[in-house]
């Protein structure tokens, strides 16, 4: 491949690298795509021949691979989850906003997604950045949410339509995780609250919690702070869930969809 360049998707967030394989990354290039993926929320790299083999050995790169408890593991590879839609779905999982692994402790860091199957169009997944999220609020509301943290919980999964909550002991007890927290590479801030796994503020009821809850959800995902990635074949998405929040579109029904997908493990998140 030619040398490593970066593109923006928007200006808020995203960015494509083209000019390296995978399967053979430099540790020059490596730093260049945590860099890029630490500051962009989410890189992208088309065209990448990656077999699961690969796929683990890229993600142990980053650090020691966090296998999600929900998700049914790929044959021969238990490492990687399969996020699978049939063709007679009607809806999809991770259609909704929000930002994996956060019910847990220390939330992942990273998710790895590859492209294995794909339907002749849509499927697009959008992301947006928590960092220019925080960033858009008032001061006023910042420093409100400053001293706030807020309890998320795997709860959701026991209401899935698609059987993801069939162990019982799978679940966890609910963990609290700062508002606004300070990503641990660089210093940002960034809004850590999601639809999906939040449940409510520290010291206030769910009933209390909800409005502002409710607001922050919308405004963190206007049109500004997102970007839409379009899956082609050998595409590998990488994005890091301490500043990005994904949703995945819904508009390939009557069609098959395969991605394979690796968390790698993440920190206890601080403001």
């Not at 995203?14 to 993926?37: H, K, M, P, W, Y």
């Not at 963190?220 to 579109?249: E, K, L, M």
Request: proline fraction near 5%; hydrophobic fraction near 35%; aromatic fraction near 10%.
């Amino acid at each position: 491949m030619s040398d490593l360049s970066v593109t923006r998707l928007t200006g808020a967030v995203g960015a494509e690298i083209s000019g390296v394989d995978l399967n053979r990354i430099s540790d020059s290039q490596f730093e260049t795509l945590c860099d890029t993926l630490f500051r962009r929320g989410v890189v992208v790299l088309r065209d990448q021949d990656f077999s699961p083999e690969a796929h683990i050995a890229l993600a142990e790169r980053f650090g020691e691979i966090d296998v999600n408890r929900f998700f049914t593991p790929v044959a021969a590879h238990p490492m990687i989850a399969e996020v699978r839609t049939r063709a007679e779905q009607n809806t999809v999982i991770g259609g909704t906003w929000h930002s994996d692994h956060s019910y847990d402790p220390e939330p992942a860091m990273a998710s790895i997604l590859v492209a294995r199957e794909l339907p002749p169009y849509g499927g697009d997944t959008l992301f947006a950045s928590m960092t220019a999220a925080c960033a858009g609020l008032s001061e006023g509301l910042r420093d409100t949410l400053s001293g706030l943290s807020a309890w998320h919980t795997d709860g959701s999964f026991a209401r899935s339509e698609f059987d993801m909550g069939k162990d019982a002991a799978a679940f966890r007890p609910p963990s609290l995780h700062p508002v606004l927290i300070r990503h641990p590479e660089t210093g940002e801030r960034a809004v850590y609250v999601n639809g999906d796994f939040t449940t409510r503020f520290d010291g206030w009821s769910e009933e209390e919690s909800r409005p502002l809850l409710e607001y922050l959800y919308r405004a963190v995902t206007q049109p500004q702070y997102c970007c839409r990635v379009r899956w082609t074949p050998g595409s590998v998405g990488i994005w890091d869930n301490r500043t990005v929040q994904h949703f995945a579109t819904a508009d390939y029904q009557g069609h098959a969809r395969l991605m394979h997908r690796i968390t790698v493990k993440g920190q206890a998140l601080e403001r």
